[in-house]
């Protein structure tokens, strides 16, 4: 990084655009991911400089970076070649409800404004223990959350917890503690065999087909299928790891969920 805070930001996934944004810090983003939409007039100001597995090199080093935030390691490579041309990159990887709100409060902290992102994460963590409180001790609806159909993959970890936060179980809590989408992959007799009360379904990228998920082999009986509880979330709200999923997503949990609770 050339100076601090750095001036010049190139955000490769939409939830650190958006965090910036809401720490009124926009000034500093000089490029974005294509898939930036938080808030709306991000596509109109900044220049899309990214996919999400892939990002145009060239358009980035003349924007002259200070500083490039990208996440995960499926954007390792994007990385490792900006870190060869000698820019300063730092790569989140939270995976969890938890490391959403470190993601903000660290995110605060390199744009030099550690107090306001503080209080920014912390008025979530307690939006979502109200909400919690809130359906303590009601029945709790068992949720098959669907993040991809061919194969079908289950919910990352902080669906999973978002889940539990609007008073629901996660049917594969052990699975969305994996990182890697592979490692979630679900056969769809699982599914029938953990019989979900309520099926969310976010398909990154493209929309839900909730007749197709009804229609599958074996799944009439499924009790979410059966009482006509199928979901779409979409992938914008859910499945961005920062403010949209602690806000906007975890309202489309609790909305499809409120019907369910007991």
Same mark, same amino acid.
């Given at each position: 990084?050339?100076?601090?805070?750095?001036?010049?930001?190139?955000?490769?996934?939409?939830?650190?655009?958006?965090?910036?944004?809401?720490?009124?810090?926009?000034?500093?983003?000089?490029?974005?991911?294509?898939?930036?939409?938080?808030?709306?007039?991000?596509?109109?100001?900044?220049?899309?400089?990214?996919?999400?597995?892939?990002?145009?090199?060239?358009?980035?080093?003349?924007?002259?970076?200070?500083?490039?935030?990208?996440?995960?390691?499926?954007?390792?490579?994007?990385?490792?070649?900006?870190?060869?041309?000698?820019?300063?990159?730092?790569?989140?990887?939270?995976?969890?409800?938890?490391?959403?709100?470190?993601?903000?409060?660290?995110?605060?902290?390199?744009?030099?404004?550690?107090?306001?992102?503080? +209080? /920014?994460?912390? *008025?979530? $963590?307690?939006?979502? @223990?109200?909400? !919690?409180?809130?359906? =303590?001790?009601?029945?709790?609806?068992?949720?098959?959350?669907?993040?991809?159909?061919?194969?079908?993959?289950?919910?990352?970890?902080?669906?999973?917890?978002?889940?539990?936060?609007?008073?629901?179980?996660?049917?594969?809590?052990?699975?969305?503690?994996?990182?890697?989408?592979?490692?979630?992959?679900?056969?769809?007799?699982?599914?029938?065999?953990?019989?979900?009360?309520?099926?969310?379904?976010?398909?990154?990228?493209?929309?839900?087909?909730?007749?197709?998920?009804?229609?599958?082999?074996?799944?009439?009986?499924?009790?979410?299928?059966?009482?006509?509880?199928?979901?779409?979330?979409?992938?914008?709200?859910?499945?961005?790891?920062?403010?949209? +999923? /602690?806000?906007? *997503?975890? $309202?489309?949990?609790? @909305?499809?969920? !409120?019907?369910?609770? =007991?």
């Amino acid at each position: 990084m050339r100076r601090f805070p750095p001036e010049r930001i190139v955000c490769l996934t939409e939830e650190t655009v958006e965090t910036l944004y809401l720490l009124g810090q926009e000034r500093r983003i000089v490029g974005v991911s294509g898939y930036a939409v938080r808030p709306p007039r991000v596509r109109r100001e900044k220049p899309r400089v990214s996919a999400f597995t892939s990002a145009d090199l060239p358009k980035i080093l003349a924007l002259e970076p200070d500083l490039v935030l990208a996440f995960s390691d499926l954007q390792a490579n994007i990385a490792a070649d900006l870190a060869r041309a000698g820019i300063a990159v730092h790569l989140f990887n939270q995976r969890d409800v938890a490391g959403c709100l470190a993601m903000i409060r660290t995110l605060g902290a390199l744009v030099g404004v550690p107090d306001r992102a503080d +209080a /920014l994460a912390q *008025g979530y $963590a307690d939006a979502l @223990a109200r909400a !919690a409180a809130e359906v =303590a001790g009601r029945r709790r609806p068992r949720v098959y959350f669907e993040e991809w159909d061919e194969p079908m993959i289950s919910g990352i970890g902080w669906v999973s917890e978002l889940i539990g936060h609007a008073g629901g179980d996660d049917v594969f809590p052990d699975r969305a503690r994996m990182a890697a989408a592979v490692d979630r992959i679900v056969a769809p007799e699982a599914v029938i065999a953990a019989a979900p009360d309520v099926i969310l379904a976010s398909w990154c990228g493209k929309k839900v087909n909730v007749a197709r998920i009804a229609s599958r082999s074996g799944w009439a009986a499924i009790p979410a299928v059966r009482d006509g509880r199928i979901h779409e979330i979409k992938s914008p709200l859910i499945l961005q790891p920062g403010p949209a +999923a /602690l806000t906007d *997503g975890f $309202a489309a949990i609790r @909305a499809a969920l !409120a019907g369910s609770l =007991a």
